[in-house]
């Protein structure tokens, strides 16, 4: 079978004096049946040229399916005298929430089963459970597209009704004051997606009279709605990429006029809990890595901001709780999370220790004040993901669950380590990898999976999963370049590798494969590069960069078309980007940006074998920016190497809903890497 070959149509495009001229332009019309005829040309194609792997495909997804835990369980909490959990059974593609009153022991009432939803659609998607402070009604968002646009449903939890009037083309974001009558949600304009609008709903009215609350006006915004730990107040949290503003009301009066609690100031973010009579405020005001202030209740402006936890250079506070008795932080330093315990009496804090040098730690869900128990979270390479409960006065820990690996798990015959590559302008970027013992050989021979994602801030931290088994028994290494971009060693990372510093990443990432080669963890002909939505665009720039240092890569729902995507205002989310990628109406930032963005960099040259996947309904990545690279590689590359498009017809930016159905595309995925190494084996 042919690769499709996409039609040309010029379509010139004029910015700053300079000319481009965009031949797959037209492929933005979703009605168009050529569109979707297209799509799926290159669907069968795929699914000829991986044709060889389709045993090895069903063989992926059986293992990888098999080692979950069917009948599996989340751990309870205890709030509001109710024991809440989720729960999947045998067979069964979502989850089923649940509660029981008063003790485990107690009989279960099942609160939602997703499963029924979910019957004869090929999508669903359950967002923003909440329940009425008298714990009679239940409310929830469906998504059954893909697009993350959700009608919100309201269930009697004593009748079992669930009512039909609903609040439909909300963003799923959804909080109930406390009053048991009113609840407040977001919903986005239905032409860019952007959350700008709160409304509050009365109980069994119609959707149509409720109140427009506030509307964020400044397309660089966007807003939801929260409550605080105490529930005492509900917040608007209104915030683009460098800038927070917060709205408060007492959640008893939910009628009453919002407060500011902080005007908006250019480049001051802060986020907001509440405790006794104060906010406690993370914020960078003054503190790049972020600082911890208290501000009383009644008067909680910028200027009565008081230091509780100063700022540090080398320590970056990523988020805190609030007990009766503690306040803890979470705090990352040299890459590495730190969970920090300290009493408000005074008394000398302490920190957990994890020790692991490859992991991932965080403040689970502790929605009770008056405990002297910390739930949190731990993972690592090696390590499945971990429940615990911490005494803070006793510093006894208690594993509650551990995620089950079916068939057995035995992580000592694993291995993980950090090392660091020096990038071009000197700075050591970290390098998280794991493999198997008996099949890793210190001379290049192992192939390696090389992932990376570098935006907004994001950390890739060091995580298990038991998918990834597949690939480590079967002789690959698996290793994340810790690029800037993300937050890994703080918030100068995250600054170091955005707008007109963007290069860092892409160069960070080029450097991290060339320590691998160096190093013999690999060699160039046997590793590969994955990233997903942003981090597709850091596979797209590498491979325009430097072809040469990888056999293969996968790009997932690609950010690639970023100058003409965010020149145009219309595409979903494109304001709230500016402060991220650069707004290319401006000079400076159009020719920068068009110098990595890779739909423009396309050359006549030799590319890796490339697997790219996209969801027709994505709101995050409009199914036509890989759609249009991938047309565009087909038509200018000069290699024989395989150039393969997936396109979910029926999903968006998380692909498919479900826990096994999402396994087929992973499966996918694999099949791709396996067969390409095994090819070079040979």
């Known amino acids: 079978m042919k690769a499709p070959i996409a039609k040309k149509i010029n379509h010139i495009i004029k910015t700053h004096g300079h000319e481009r001229t965009d031949p797959y332009y037209w492929m933005r019309d979703r009605e168009n049946p050529k569109v979707i005829n297209y799509l799926k040309e290159e669907n069968s194609y795929l699914k000829e040229a991986l044709k060889e792997t389709e045993g090895l495909q069903d063989q992926l997804f059986q293992e990888m399916k098999s080692r979950i835990k069917e009948d599996d369980q989340s751990v309870p909490y205890f709030k509001k005298g109710y024991y809440w959990y989720s729960r999947y059974e045998q067979g069964c593609e979502y989850p089923i929430y649940c509660r029981k009153k008063g003790s485990l022991e107690a009989k279960e009432e099942i609160l939602l089963n997703v499963n029924e939803l979910a019957e004869g659609k090929p999508y669903c998607q359950v967002s923003g459970l909440a329940v009425s402070n008298n714990q009679r009604y239940l409310a929830y968002g469906l998504d059954v597209v893909g697009r993350r646009i959700y009608e919100v449903f309201f269930k009697d939890l004593e009748t079992g009704e669930t009512s039909s009037l609903t609040i439909p083309n909300t963003t799923g974001n959804i909080t109930w004051a406390a009053d048991d009558q009113h609840l407040f949600y977001s919903k986005q304009d239905p032409e860019t997606l952007r959350a700008h609008r ?15 609350i506030f509307e964020e006006k400044d397309e660089e915004f966007s807003c939801h709605v929260l409550k605080t730990k105490s529930e005492a107040f509900l917040l608007i949290l209104s915030e683009s990429t460098i800038s927070s503003e917060i709205r408060f009301v007492d959640a008893s009066q939910p009628l009453d006029d919002w407060k500011v609690l902080q005007a908006r100031i250019p480049h001051l973010e802060y986020a907001a809990d509440h405790y006794e009579d104060h906010f406690w405020i993370r914020t960078n005001h003054q503190a790049q890595n972020f600082k911890v202030v208290k501000a009383p209740v009644d008067n909680p402006g910028l200027e009565n901001w008081k230091d509780f936890i100063p700022h540090r250079e080398n320590v970056l506070i990523e988020d805190f709780d609030l007990f009766s008795g503690f306040f803890v932080s979470q705090e990352r330093s040299n890459g590495l999370t730190q969970l920090l315990i300290k009493p408000w009496d005074g008394s000398p804090g302490h920190a957990l220790d994890f020790g692991e040098e490859a992991y991932t730690a965080w403040i689970g869900h502790n929605p009770e004040f008056d405990t002297e128990i910390l739930r949190f979270g731990f993972n690592s390479l090696v390590t499945p993901a971990s429940i615990f409960d911490y005494h803070m006065v006793t510093r006894e820990k208690t594993l509650l669950k551990q995620q089950e690996v079916v068939g057995g798990y035995d992580s000592s015959l694993y291995e993980s380590a950090r090392i660091w590559a020096q990038a071009e302008d000197g700075v050591m970027v970290p390098i998280s990898l794991v493999y198997k013992k008996s099949s890793f050989q210190p001379d290049g021979s192992n192939p390696l999976l090389l992932y990376a994602y570098g935006s907004y801030g994001y950390s890739s931290d060091a995580y298990f999963s038991s998918n990834r088994l597949s690939l480590l028994d079967r002789g690959f290494v698996f290793a994340i370049a810790h690029v800037r971009g993300g937050e890994d060693l703080g918030r100068k990372w995250y600054e170091d590798g955005k707008l007109l510093k963007k290069q860092n990443t892409f160069t960070d990432f080029i450097a991290c494969a060339k320590h691998l080669i160096n190093e013999n963890y690999t060699q160039a002909d046997r590793l590969y590069g994955m990233g997903g939505s942003a981090g597709g665009l ?19 729902v690609p950010f690639v078309d970023v100058v003409t995507t965010m020149l ?7 304001t709230g980007e500016f402060q991220e990628w650069g707004n290319p109406k401006f000079e400076e930032y159009y020719h920068y940006m068009l110098s990595y963005s890779p739909y423009d960099q396309v050359e006549s040259k030799a590319y890796p074998n490339i697997l790219v996947t996209s969801g027709l309904h994505d709101s995050q990545v409009q199914y036509w920016e890989p759609t249009k690279w991938v047309a565009k590689l087909r038509d200018l590359k000069t290699d024989e190497n395989l150039l393969l498009l997936h396109t979910n017809m029926e999903a968006g930016h998380g692909g498919a809903s479900g826990r096994f159905q999402a396994l087929k595309e992973l499966a996918m995925e694999y099949a791709f890497l396996v067969m390409l190494a095994n090819k070079k084996r040979i």
């Not at 709160?198 to 427009?212: M, T, V, W």
């Not at 596979?539 to 997932?556: C, E, Q, S, T, Y």
């Not at 145009?568 to 494109?574: K, M, Q, R, V, W």
């Open 538 to 556: 850091l596979i797209g720039a590498v491979i325009n960069m430097r072809p040469d240092l990888f056999d293969g890569v996968i790009a997932a």
């Open 198 to 212: 709160i409304f509050r709903h009365e109980l069994y009215s119609n959707s149509e009279n409720d109140q427009l």
């Open 568 to 574: 145009d205002e219309s595409i979903p989310l494109t």
